[in-house]
């Protein structure tokens, strides 16, 4: 069996987009990227876009086709930052479809001073394959930078949400707690370690806590080039009727600088 992986990044602005090669559950069951942003801006740059278009073929004994794409940006203005990102991911086996999946989410930071600011956080989701038509979720909080210097930087989200999923005959909603943290260590101009959580912990009764983790550490290979190796887990403490209750990623990337 001959496998092609094909993968183009396609920057609008400056700033670096991280791409995996390798397929993997968390791919399939949830958008990681959305998960991650959790942290106020680091640029001072007053206004950023980015796109991101991927896929992956395989033929011979399976005939596999996957596409994904992602748009990016953000909008500084005098009090804050906007950040919002649109991403949809296609996959078709033997011509037939297997996966078909969109997200939009939109972030607002209003900043209070330096290492403190609001956010508020709105996403929607539809997926062809999953048991609800679609999941929109609202969080809202504090978000404050607990540690800055030259080598660690450590932000932290704190905040109440709510999350509702439609479904054909009902809707089902559920008040959250939305708790993030986001640290990076920077070693030397050429290594970088970060580690990322989110959590969204339900209120109500008998509704499903969320937690997102990856840990990452990336390494120039160029000037504009980096390669990184990253680990990601999901779990949700109730997946639904045969699902297992946590996903892993564990993938070698390139991440491109403009």
Same mark, same amino acid.
């Given at each position: ?29 949830? *958008? ?56 949809? *991911? ?56 607990? *540690? ?13 949400? *709510? ?96």
């Amino acid at each position: 069996m001959k496998r092609v992986v094909l993968f183009f990044a396609a920057p609008i602005t400056a700033f670096y987009s991280p791409v995996s090669f390798a397929e993997s559950k968390l791919v399939k069951s949830q *958008y990681v990227e959305s998960a991650f942003e959790i942290e106020s801006s680091d640029t001072d740059k007053e206004w950023e876009l980015a796109a991101e278009v991927g896929g992956s073929f395989t033929t011979g004994n399976t005939e596999t086709k996957s596409f994904k794409a992602k748009l990016k940006g953000s909008l500084g203005y005098e009090y804050g930052r906007i950040t919002y990102i649109a991403q949809s *991911y296609r996959k078709k086996d033997n011509d037939e479809v297997s996966a078909n999946r969109w997200k939009i989410s939109l972030k607002n930071n209003l900043h209070f001073s330096e290492h403190a600011s609001s956010f508020a956080i709105a996403e929607y989701e539809k997926d062809q394959f999953a048991e609800h038509n679609s999941i929109s979720l609202f969080a809202a909080g504090y978000t404050q930078r607990l *540690y800055d210097n030259e080598y660690i930087r450590w932000d932290a989200d704190i905040g109440p949400g *709510y999350n509702l999923k439609k479904f054909d005959d009902r809707d089902e909603s559920q008040r959250i707690a939305h708790i993030g943290t986001n640290l990076k260590v920077k070693f030397s101009d050429q290594s970088e370690f970060s580690q990322k959580v989110v959590a969204d912990l339900a209120l109500d009764q008998d509704a499903s806590d969320i937690i997102r983790s990856e840990s990452a550490l990336s390494t120039s290979i160029l000037e504009n080039l980096k390669m990184k190796l990253a680990f990601a887990l999901r779990r949700d403490s109730l997946p639904g009727e045969g699902k297992e209750k946590t996903d892993t990623e564990t993938s070698v990337s390139l991440v491109f600088i403009f």
